[in-house]
């Protein structure tokens, strides 16, 4: 199959450009886009997903920070669709005000992309800030970084990320991928992942500041008791009142577990 274009990838970029065939359509197949949908793409690189989706969809908006892809893009997906490209990093976009402007029906978009693996955290909590905005998203990351958020209490990758993500969302592991189907190939295996943010009425967490602070204080000395590693953050009568006990640790702590907590607290 024909991307359009190929460029030398910039490793500082985290650019591992997908190539495999059946990877791709798999990952359409997943993200199955309906009439009406509104699909913005996290770093379209040389176009792998883009180009297919827009055959698929017709349209679709990316994010690039990398400058010298924007023409050769924009060139290339003149044959497939209407691209609408974002130049610059996508943490400066405000994925609200992108919904609110062109969303769909109900003023939500759809993520996706095969992230760069150095900025995965970052784009996933930049996702959380913005979840009302976002219907569902599709990522391929690292299968080491999906682990960790799909794992639950008591695995040894239950942490931080995991917590956060899964009391904002259902998280999905899909499938994973071989570093063969991308050029250059990266030095690990990935995996794509879907994550469906839950309908505000479902989220639990009274107060987004006091929740992530828990939790941070919780994971940042996780060897350590509940009672030892929130000192300064809540004292044991909130731990007893969230229904927790003080010596548990972190990683036993499961997610209703941190916001019963949090919501024990007063707010910030
Ligand atoms: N989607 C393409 C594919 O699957 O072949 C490229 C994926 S590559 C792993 C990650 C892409 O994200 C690259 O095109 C890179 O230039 C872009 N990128 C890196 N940092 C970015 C940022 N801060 N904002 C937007 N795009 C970024």
Known sequence: MSHGFTAAAKKHLGQNFLHERGVIAKIVQAIDPRPGDVLVEIGPGQGALTFPLLDRHGELTAIEFDRDLHAPLQAAAAAHGRLHLIAGDVLG????????????????????????????????????????????????LQKEVVERMAAGPGSKVYGRLSVMLQAYCAVTPLFTVPP???????????????????????????????????????????????????????????????????????EQVPVAGFVALANALPRA
């Open 93 to 140: 976009v405000d994925f609200s005000a992108l919904a609110v402007r062109g969303g769909d029906a109900r003023g939500q978009i759809r993520l996706l992309g095969n992230l760069p693996y150095n900025l995965s955290s970052p784009i996933l909590f930049h996702a959380l800030d913005h979840a009302g905005a976002i219907r569902d998203m599709h990522f391929m």
């Open 180 to 250: 063969g189907a991308f050029r250059p190939a990266p030095k690990v295996d990935s995996a794509v992942v879907r994550l469906v943010p839950k309908p505000a009425d479902a989220i639990a967490v009274r107060d987004r500041e006091v929740f992530a602070a828990v939790v941070r204080a919780a994971f940042g000395q996780r060897r350590k008791t509940l009672r030892n590693a929130l000192q300064g953050v809540a004292d044991g009568a909130a731990i007893a009142a969230a229904g927790l006990r003080a010596d548990a640790r972190a």
